[in-house]
Nanobody
Framework: QVQLVESGGGLVQAGGSLRLSCAAS????????MGWYRQAPGKSRELVAT???????NYADSVKGRFSISRDNAKNTVYLQMSGLKPEDTAVYYC????????????WGQGTQVTVSS
């Protein structure tokens, strides 16, 4: 069994900051890429940022320069530091990780709500 547990969401004013965390737990051999996605009401889920096991990162254009993804491989944890938040960043944020048990497959967290008020 593998679980991804997110934390750190909440309500913040525009221009503020939040830090999301996502920890993988359970029985598995290895984690490859980890990332964050978000889904706003009435919209499809979209990529926010990803990070490989070696530390290479990729960001959606809408968050470049404001968000920073990082990970702690020893803790099987990925972080998303969000700064300069805008009302359009309001969404449920989901953690994603490619994890190997008997084979590689993606796992998802339950989601954490981020609300940015104007």
């Amino acid at each position: 069994q593998v679980q991804l547990v997110e934390s750190g969401g909440g309500l913040v004013q525009a221009g503020g900051s939040l830090r999301l965390s996502c920890a993988a737990s359970g029985s598995f051999f290895s984690i490859n890429a980890m990332g964050w996605y978000r889904q706003a009401p009435g919209k499809s889920r979209e990529l926010v940022a990803t990070i490989t096991s070696g530390g290479s990162t990729n960001y959606a254009d809408s968050v470049k320069g404001r968000f920073s993804i990082s990970r702690d491989n020893a803790k099987n944890t990925v972080y998303l530091q969000m700064s300069g938040l805008k009302p359009e960043d309001t969404a449920v944020y989901y953690c994603n990780a490619d994890i190997k048990r008997t084979f590689w497959r993606p796992y998802w967290g339950q989601g954490t709500q981020v609300t940015v008020s104007s």
